[in-house]
């Protein structure tokens, strides 16, 4: 356990997917309001990218809408078409 939630912002979410995720099956996205969450802090990871991580628990007030993210044959993943 790392101590906070990871977080990936609209456009880190297809990298961290490859990253960590490559052919894992039966994964959701959720996408959150974080204008509101307190102990959000935003910090480089190990590649100097800023990303967002959340030190509280997420109350899922937050959560504004649950996607179901599509394993494709080559283990990759298809994104809703709002990507």
Excluded: C, M, R
Excluded at 71 to 82: C, D, M, Q, V, Y
Aim: hydrophobic share 40%.
């Amino acid at each position: 356990l790392d101590g906070y939630i990871h977080f990936s912002n609209k456009d880190q979410v297809e990298s961290t997917l490859k990253k960590y995720f490559f052919n894992q099956d039966q994964l959701v996205l959720l996408k959150v309001e974080t204008s509101n969450l307190k102990n959000l802090i935003w910090e480089k990871s190990t590649n100097g990218i800023q990303f967002p991580h959340l030190y509280s628990f997420l109350d899922v007030k937050h959560i504004k809408n649950v996607y179901k993210i599509i394993l494709a044959k080559n283990g990759s993943h298809i994104l809703p078409n709002f990507f």
